[in-house]
C-alpha cells in the first residue's frame, strides 16, 4: 500500500552542507538538487557452454561509480556556501512531513551525500540586452558511491526473561549462512551477578533474531557473585564463531579474567590477563576486536592488554605513567586507537597499541570520568563522560569541542558506538532513565529515538544505520532490551 503523505520539492525538502567532521550544518536555503543515484555496482554473468547450452556459473561485481549531481540556485552579491567550498564535505538533503526546514534533525528520510566536492560552477543570465532573467548558478558535484539513507526509527521493548543487568551487546552476521548475510541477525549480552546473591552468577545472553529474544547459553564463565563486563565475537572458521567476555568485580587474590567460548557457550575457557592481582575490567566499553588476531582489552589501574590469537594469550600494552581506571577503548583499524578513563585519562596509539600517547582532554573535563569513547577516523575522537557531556576533537586531540544534545551535562554518557558514518550514543539523565540518540554527521546533531520507559540504559550494538539493541539495567523485573528500527 503507497504511503498516503507523498513529499514535493519546495514544500518538504531542505539542504544542508557540512564542512568537516562534527562541524556545524549550514542551511542552504533555496536550492534545487538534482537527481540522486545510489549505485550499488553492476553484476556481469559468468558462462559457459555446457550440453549445448550457456549455463549460469557466478557473477563478478563491478564496483560503482562516484555519484554525481546538480544544485542550481539564484546569483547574489554575496557567495555561498557552495561557491567557498574547497575541499570534501558532506551535503544533507532533508525531507520532513512539516516544521522548520532550517533544523537539521527535522527529517522523516535523510539522504547524506558523503565526501561532497563541488567539480565545476556554471553561472548563467548574467547578462542580456533583451531578456530579464534571474541570475543562476549551477554546481556540479561528485560523492562517493554510496547514498547514506537515514529513516526515523523507534524503539521496542525485547523479550528477555532473565532478571540481570545487562552490561553490554554484540551483533554480528553469519556470511556463509546465506547469499545475502544478515546483518546483525546473532549476538551476545553480558549481565551482572545477582546483588544480594552471591551464590549466583552472571549470564551470558544470546539471540538468533536481531535481538528480538535474548536466551541464557548454558554455561557461566566466571565464578559466583563476579559480574561480566564487556563482550566481543570473533570468528575461527569460515562461520564458527568465538565469544570472549571480561570479568566487571576485581578479586584480590587474582589478576583480570578473561573466558571464550567456541560452543556458544555451553563450555569456557578461562585466561588470566597480566599478573597485577585486583585488576579487572571497569567499563561497559573494556573490551574490542576487530576480528581473531586484533583484541584490545582495557582495565582498571591503566591497564591495556593485545591478543592476536582469539583471546588465548595477551601481551601488556600499558604504560607505566597512567594508573587510572581506563573504563573505554575504541579501535578503528588495525593501528588506530584509542583508550579512555577516569580523570580525563585518554591515551592514542597509531601502531596498534605496541606504543600511547597521553592526550590532554578537553579542560572543562579534568575532574571527570570517561565511560565511553569512539574512533570516527584518524583524528576524530568523540568522548562520553560521566557528568552527560559528550566532547569531539578533529586533530586527534589538541582541540576539543562540546557537543550538545537534548540533556547534555546531566546524567551519563554510557557508550558511544559507531557502524561506518554513523553514531549511536546511550545518555542517561540523573534518574537514571536512558535514552538512545542517533547522529548522521559525527555529532554535531543528535537524533533522539523514541525509547520505552527504563531504569537505565548501558549499551547499544548497531545493526545499520537504521537499526539498533540498546540493553540495561533490570526494568520490570527483567534485564532492559529493546530493538530500534
Not at 555446457?50 to 562516484?66: M, Q, R, S, Y
Not at 527529517?107 to 547524506?112: H, P, S, T
Not at 564463531?241 to 567456541?262: C, F, K, L, M, Q
Not at 574490542?288 to 589501574?301: C, P
Request: hydrophobic share 40%; aromatic share 10%; net charge negative.
Amino acid at each position: 500500500m503507497a504511503d498516503s503523505k507523498v513529499y514535493n520539492s519546495i514544500e518538504n525538502g531542505a539542504t544542508f552542507l557540512q564542512l568537516g567532521n562534527g562541524e556545524l550544518l549550514n542551511y542552504l536555503g533555496c536550492h534545487d538538487v538534482g537527481d540522486l543515484p545510489n549505485d550499488k555496482g553492476s553484476r556481469e554473468s559468468i558462462q559457459a557452454y555446457i550440453d549445448g547450452e550457456f549455463k549460469l556459473l557466478g557473477k563478478t561485481l563491478t564496483a560503482p561509480d562516484l555519484g554525481s549531481t546538480t544544485l542550481m540556485t539564484f546569483l547574489g552579491p554575496t557567495a555561498e556556501w557552495l561557491e567557498k567550498i574547497n575541499c570534501e564535505g558532506n551535503l544533507f538533503v532533508n525531507m520532513r512531513s512539516c516544521g522548520k526546514a532550517n533544523i537539521p534533525t527535522n527529517f522523516e528520510r535523510q539522504f547524506v551525500l558523503r565526501r561532497f566536492e563541488v567539480n565545476k560552477a556554471t553561472y548563467s543570465n548574467l547578462v542580456s540586452r533583451n531578456e530579464s532573467n534571474p541570475s543562476e548558478v549551477e554546481f556540479e558535484s561528485s560523492f562517493d558511491p554510496r547514498l547514506d539513507i537515514y529513516y526515523k526509527i523507534r524503539a521496542v521493548q525485547g523479550s528477555n526473561v532473565d532478571v540481570r543487568a545487562i552490561n553490554d551487546i554484540i551483533l554480528y552476521s553469519k556470511e556463509c549462512e546465506t547469499s545475502c548475510p544478515n546483518t546483525g541477525k546473532y549476538g551476545f549480552a553480558v549481565t551482572d551477578f545477582l546483588s544480594g546473591s552471591p551464590a549466583s552468577k552472571a549470564n551470558v545472553l544470546y539471540t538468533e533474531n536481531y535481538g528480538a529474544t535474548f536466551t541464557a547459553v548454558a554455561g557461566n564463565p566466571f565464578a559466583a557473585a563476579e559480574d561480566i563486563m564487556s563482550v566481543v565475537v570473533v570468528f575461527v572458521g569460515a562461520d564458527a564463531e568465538r565469544v570472549i567476555v571480561v570479568r566487571g568485580t576485581t578479586d584480590a587474590g587474582n589478576p583480570a579474567e578473561v573466558a571464550y567460548s567456541d560452543d556458544l557457550g555451553v563450555t569456557w575457557n578461562n585466561v588470566n590477563v597480566g599478573d597485577t592481582n585486583g585488576q579487572y575490567a571497569s567499563g561497559w566499553n573494556s573490551m574490542v576486536a576487530l576480528d581473531l588476531n586484533h583484541i584490545w582489552l582495557a582495565l582498571s589501574d591503566g591497564g591495556i592488554f593485545f591478543s592476536s590469537n582469539g583471546g588465548i594469550t595477551w601481551t601488556d600494552q600499558s604504560i607505566a605513567s597512567v594508573t587510572e581506571d581506563l573504563n573505554a577503548i575504541s579501535f578503528m583499524n588495525s593501528k588506530y586507537g584509542v583508550a579512555a578513563g577516569n580523570a580525563n585519562t585518554i591515551l592514542t596509539t597509531t601502531n596498534g597499541g605496541s606504543t600511547w600517547g597521553v592526550v590532554t582532554g578537553p579542560t572543562a573535563q579534568a575532574a571527570e570520568n570517561i565511560l565511553s569513547v569512539a574512533m570516527y577516523d584518524e583524528k576524530t575522537i568523540l568522548v562520553g563522560y560521566d557528568n552527560g557531556k559528550i566532547y569531539i576533537t578533529t586533530d586527534g586531540g589538541i582541540n576539543w569541542t562540546d557537543q550538545t544534545f537534548v540533556g547534555s551535562g546531566t546524567g551519563a554518557v554510557n557508550d558511544l558506538t559507531v557502524y561506518r558514518y554513523t553514531v549511536y550514543m546511550v545518555h542517561n539523565d540523573a534518574s537514571p532513565e536512558g535514552t538512545v540518540f542517533r547522529s548522521s554527521d559525527c555529532g554535531a546533531n543528535w537524533d533522539a529515538l523514541s525509547t520505552v520507559s527504563n531504569d537505565g540504559v548501558n549499551a547499544v550494538a548497531i545493526v545499520n544505520e537504521n537499526s539498533a539493541v540498546a540493553v540495561g539495567e533490570v526494568t520490570g523485573g527483567v534485564g532492559f532490551v529493546a530493538v530500534a528500527s
